[in-house]
């Protein structure tokens, strides 16, 4: 199975090659808008692809391109987890920048209580960026489920990326685009349910079923808990 990389060199050079025999085929003025096409297309995919790879490199790989390809469970709750990976990357650095930069230059009578001063200063930066994620509890759907909490940037994601990596985590419980039907979302602190999401909601209103909308326009804010149940009603 090819992964993303290939799709995209294959795709990018069938199409360079289509727009280069139609170019050498054309006279006039057709010529030249293929001959700007050629140029100005493979300029705006490398803009795309390199967006990509500056905010989500995860995507362009598939799992079977590791030394040891993990199952697609794991290789989604190893996306998931980024966050918190991240999270333990800014932890040592506040850590470290507090107790070798900060701490010496403290007044004496501060220095005698370091390690609760770099506790405090940790504590409010977890706190910061767990404002700025998403939480998503599984276990609702199945309470043996392996991977029971995803985590996500709240700014990285759209609707579809959230409901499509939260389904492959839950895939063997429900249904493909069983959104609505066989499991919803809910606020853990408000009790609402997001309802105007999904494949089968935009389908039924005859909208894209690809949701590019962010996860705040939907009402889905930074440090919001959300809870992956079974609709009751």
Known sequence: ?????????????????????????????????????????????????FRILLTRPFVLYAP???????SIETYVAA???????????????????LTEVVVPRLPLEDRARPQALVEEAVRAARQDFQRRSVEIDLSGIEASIETKVL????????????????????????DIESY???????????GRIFTEVGRSWRRARRLDPNDARSLQEVGIDPGARLLAIRPTG
Do not use: C
């Not at 990018?12 to 139609?22: F, H, N, Q, Y």
């Not at 079977?64 to 993990?70: E, F, M, R």
């Open 1 to 49: 199975m090819l992964n993303p990389l290939w799709i995209i060199s294959l795709f990018l050079g069938l199409a360079e090659v289509t727009v280069g025999v139609a170019a050498s085929q054309a006279h006039g003025w057709i010529q030249g808008m293929l001959a700007v096409f050629s140029v100005a297309f493979p300029s705006a995919v490398a803009v795309a692809f």
């Open 64 to 70: 079977k391109d590791y030394s040891d390809p993990p």
């Open 79 to 97: 996306i998931s987890s980024s966050a918190g990976r991240s999270w333990e990357n800014v932890e040592t650095a506040v850590r470290t920048a």
């Open 151 to 174: 985590s996500f940037p709240v700014d990285s994601m759209t609707v579809s990326d959230l409901l499509d990596t939260i389904y492959v985590s839950i895939r063997e419980y429900v």
């Open 180 to 190: 609505g039907l066989e499991w919803v979302l809910r606020d853990a602190a408000t």
